[in-house]
């Protein structure tokens, strides 16, 4: 995709109304051809606003006005090259456990969990969150209080269930997975959280918490880790296979491949990933791909169902 439209539309679609430094950013990044020139040394995967822009921030740039985020990049930019080529995009956001609780109380458990793109593991402690679910009552952890709350707006009546799910095991795979103990890892983290988003920051912070407790076994590449993992899993369980925000970096051929895989293996699929990355599940929705831009739509076994579906949630969310 072209550069300056990629960060135009960034800003339009993504940073607006969650952070309005990175909206101005890539909006005026989008006008800027020495900028621009800049960031396109880069090979087209790695131009995406949030590598370029975690890479900066994690290097120093202030998190202010474009004339001075500019000037520093200007300044920096070898620095920011070298980091945006040896890191990729990791976000790990804990808040999209609040989308798939609804679902996981669906299930009989004990759960086995392995999730799928992992990143450093945040979403594999659905067991241990906080969940406010917006005129619902308060969902707790069964272990006692947790660091981390999750506050869900909802529409629609998705199946709120009145407790946690019981986690027999968890393990994830990534391509490259990040360490909750390494504090360079967390660091990153931290730089790909935007400028106004305090409150993921703590989120993140706090999730990490509970994951440096009991650190997930990650491992590998999705297509081929995922058939041995769910065969390794404790008898008399349920296994759950669930991924966000992760298929949209494979190509159409790789993710039908690794749909193909999960359904024929003997576990549940969650997948919670942007309208239109999964084409069968986009072609049972009621509302069209431009209705839901910018959202995310949560599937179980393939079928967007009528209740969590209708819980899109921002992808920035
Ligand atoms: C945007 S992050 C999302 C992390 C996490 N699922 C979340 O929602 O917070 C996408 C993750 O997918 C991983 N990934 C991408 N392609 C992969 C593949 N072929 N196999 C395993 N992991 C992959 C990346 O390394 C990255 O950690």
């Known amino acids: 995709m072209d550069t300056s439209l990629r960060y135009r539309r960034f800003a339009e679609v993504e940073a607006k109304g969650n952070s309005a430094t990175y909206e101005q950013w890539c909006t005026a990044i989008a006008d800027d051809p020495d900028v621009l020139a800049l960031i396109e040394r880069l090979p087209e995967p790695r131009r995406q606003p949030n590598l370029v822009l975690g890479a900066s921030r994690h290097l120093g740039a202030p998190a202010g006005t474009y004339a001075s985020f500019r000037e520093w990049q200007l300044h920096h930019w070898r620095g920011v090259e070298e980091l945006a080529r040896a890191r990729t ?40 969150c906080r969940y406010l679910y917006d005129g619902h009552r308060p969902v707790h952890p069964t272990g006692g209080p ?4 999750l506050h869900c707006t909802t529409t629609g009546e998705p199946p709120i269930p009145d407790g946690v799910p ?6 994830g795979i990534d391509l ?29 912070l ?5 994951a440096r407790t009991d650190p997930p076994h990650l491992i590998g590449d999705l297509n081929s880790a995922i058939a041995d993992l769910v065969r390794q899993v ?16 494979l190509s159409p051929e790789a993710r039908a491949s690794f749909v193909a895989t999960v ?24 509302r069209t791909p431009e209705q839901l831009r910018g959202k995310f739509v ?9 209740w969590p579906a209708a819980m899109g949630n921002p992808s920035t969310g």
């Open 89 to 128: 995009t990791q976000t790990n956001k804990a808040g999209r456990t609040a989308v798939l609780l609804p679902i996981l109380g669906l299930l009989p458990g004990p759960l086995s969990l392995i999730e799928v793109g992992a990143s450093a593991g945040l979403c594999l402690y659905p067991d241990h």
């Open 146 to 149: 947790s660091p981390v709350l």
């Open 166 to 171: 019981t986690v027999a095991y968890r393990a």
């Open 176 to 204: 490259n997975p990040l360490d909750v103990t390494d504090p360079a890892d967390m660091r990153w983290l931290d730089s790909l959280v935007w400028p106004e988003q305090d409150q993921r920051r703590q989120r993140l």
């Open 206 to 210: 706090a999730a990490a918490e509970i």
């Open 234 to 249: 404790p008898p008399q369980t349920t296994v759950v296979v669930f991924h966000s925000a992760v298929l949209n970096y």
């Open 263 to 286: 359904q024929s293996l003997p576990c549940r699929w969650i997948a919670n990933e942007g309208v239109g990355v999964l084409p069968d599940i986009t072609a049972k929705l009621t």
């Open 298 to 306: 949560v599937s179980l076994d393939g079928e967007p169902g009528r």
